[in-house]
């Protein structure tokens, strides 16, 4: 073991002295202490440094926000996953850069890679573990970091190659890898960025482009970027048809949307097979008595939004033309304060039950008797009765123990099924035939060239009622539609929306009679909808509980905040996207449309273009 003497008797002051003396020594080699005029040394005199300081800044001036990087390879392929662009972004840019923000990166020759931050990452320049004590209490203590000391990545993902051809800004797959070293700089020409995302210039206004629920700024005026849906027949039909689904939580605007968008449809021509151009006509379900108000100005609008919704083509004001059809139902009475609509009752007519007979078949009516129903019951009620056979002359009809008898021992209809159809055909008398006129006396005045009519179902607190009025209706639009011999030839000639509400308590997938028939008629209205001019505006809050036939036909999906799991991945928008829904703010949306854009995040007007809301 070394022997240590005295070291245990260091004395910190004698080692201070000698510092002392030592540091009296002056010398004047270059380099030591400076010396004054009167050969002693200045303390207050700073000793030169052994290196010189070194500017790094790089002459010139900096343009974009980084340049791409090959250290880890660079990368183009058909399989998204096996793509590899990367770009390093300098210290003064960094803290704008947001996932989603929109970038371009030029290839020699004019052409663009248009492109989108999908993950941004901090990585060390310098080898060092920053995970210890001194590291952590040291940037406790200070105000920042140095950003030099960190590399920070933009990991891209390609969306298209920008173009020019004939004077005109194109786009097509993306099919080239760009050079290492490339300037990446943020998109904010208005052109570049809806040609890259394959935005109409023109249509039907929904909203405005957003990236992390920040409207995307450009150089132009007005700054934002307007989203359209493509409303015209240069490139196939019009996407109003279709058919559009609205799908938000509660709370989430879904109504005050709507609204907005329904209210840029009405006024627009669409052409039918006959060659004219009649204006659109809109019929919408309303459950909670809220789209009447779309005849009212809002009271809330400034004339600076006014001015706004002038200069970008967008419609705004009440809409005159609304009219509120209201069901006459037994026992429910229609009071409407908060708009000033028309009001017009009507009836269901029980005739509409021969065309759809599973009206009245309930939920309950297995095949057998439903056959019964169909192929026995009403043909005969409507030879005895008439085609002005009501409801309560059909009940009189079942009662007749005589009819009983005779189907059975014919081998018509067994008593047992006889017994079990009279059951479930009751409980409908406050639907049919009531003290109203009956809607298929109205239908110049239902649909209406331009004209909005609302259905309000509010006051009707039974919904066996209300969702049999709302299928006898939307049947009736749609069998007149399909209809190659119709009886109702306004309803067959205008160009129609048709809205509802809920839509989840209508269209969802059941195993019964009437869940089947409904289903298959949507289905089949959806599937003809572009030839017939018909669009379906549907509205919910399940959308996991739309039946898939119908869900399938829906081209335009916009998606507000929803907090569902289920409901979330039933709408089937892409990934990252997905992932920004349950944080959605009021108005925020995702709009999924494969036929118009790509997938993008909007922010709605802040303000209703109608009245909306109840003072």
Known sequence: MSDLGDFTDFDGDDAAAESEAADSAATTDDGDRAVDASGGTDPTQSVDDDFEDMDVTPAGTDTGLGVLSAANGLRISEEAEETVLRAYVTARNRSRLRIGTYLLVPYPGGERLFCRIKALEYAQEFHADDATEIHARRAMRERGIDERDFKFIAELEPVAVLYSDGGELKRRMTDRVPKPETVVREATDKSEIKTGLKIPEDGVFLGHLAVG???????????????????????????????????GGTGSGKTHSSKNVLRQYLGRTYEMGDGRTPELAVVQFDPQDEYAQMHDDNPAMTDEFERRCEREGVAYGGHDNTIAFVPKVAGADYNASHHRAEQVEFTIPFSLVHDNPWLIAGSSLNDNQYGALVNTLLPRFKREYGEGGTYSDF??????????????EAGDVHEATFDAVKRRVQGFGAVFDQDARPITDQISQFVRDGGLTVIPTYHITDSRTASTIVLAVSSLLIDQKLSNDPDYDRIKETPLVLGMDEAHNFLTDADSVQGRKVIGKFTEAAKQGRKERLGLYLITQDPQDIADPVFKQINTTMVLNLGDEDAISAVNIPSNLESKVPYMEKGQRVVYSPDNSEPVELIGLSTCVTRHGRD
């Open 213 to 247: 629920g920040e409207k995307v700024r450009t150089a132009a005026e007005p700054p934002t970027i307007d989203y359209r849906l493509k409303d015209d027949y240069d490139a196939g039909d019009p996407l109003v048809f279709r058919h559009t689904l609205v799908a």
């Open 395 to 408: 009940r009189t009809f079942l009662g007749d123990p005589a009819l009983k008898e005779e189907l059975d």
